[in-house]
């Protein structure tokens, strides 16, 4: 009896089979069934032993098994915690932004192509300014960086070059009359052509474009407008008015310059003043462009024998007309 009751004590304190022993995990605690059992066993005989061990035996085993179904899930949480927060290889995260998933050079996205671009400026979008002049930055990278062939730099750059002359004929056209642009289409032309003129600063502040490029900066776009500006004042005061009889050629041309001039200039300095960039200079532009072509007109009629009438008016323009 006492050996059998020493085998049980040593059954009930092995390690359960199978199940990892971590340390500081508690001790199991016998149930009251089991200290009973031990109270009663001096009492009793060893045949009567026999059912009690099988009954615990199986007990043991049935806890056991199911020990080895509840390890798996715990394992499974445990491992859980390193995996959290992983992704597969190859697949992207849900949490991750989108615009670090794809490579997106440029503006935001992919550089849109010359044909693409071409076809943006002859339907007159002066949006694809901005793309156009990263196309050219991303040309003078390639020209410095030096992976590029010769022949494939000058093909590029000519394409380039191409759209910027759309580009500049679609701007300078909407400045050529800009009284007759819709405002916000004036703003955005306006605004192409202050870009410009920064481009060039910072070319001019840079250096020269690689030796392989041909130098097209600067581009001076906005002498450009101001030559566009004179070509206009040209047209605007060399029309021929019709006045009433009795006034001769000289009087007729030089009465509808004076009426012509200050209408124009009261238009600029009401209109289109408050839409250029003060650094344009839109007024003194307009005043001297007219300016110029007045006195040379006033120059070649000099150069003429003029009768007393024509005389008189020319001094009568000289000194008090034009002055005020």
Known sequence: MLKMMTFQGLA???????????PGSPQKLRSTSEVESEASMSETSSEDLVPPLEAEVAQERDEEDASKKKKPKGLASMFSIFTKGKKKKGQPSSAEPEDKRESRPGLGGPLPTVEELKADLDCGRLEAAEPLMALERELQAMAAAGGASEEELVQRQSKVEALYVLLRNQVLSLLRRPLEVPPERLRQALAVLAEQEREDRRALATGSEPSILVAT????????????????????LSQLATYADGLSEAER????????????????VERLKPLFPAEFGVVAAYA?????YIAAQLAALAQFELCDRDTYMLLLWVQKLYPK
């Open 288 to 292: 001297e462009s007219y300016h110029r």
């Open 12 to 22: 009930g304190q092995r390690p359960m089979p199978g199940a990892p022993d971590f």
């Open 253 to 268: 041309k030089f009465l509808y310059m004076g009426r012509t001039m200050k209408e124009d200039l009261e238009a600029v």
């Open 217 to 236: 900066r600067p581009r001076h776009w906005l002498q450009r407008w101001r030559q566009g500006v004179a070509q206009e004042a040209e047209e605007r």
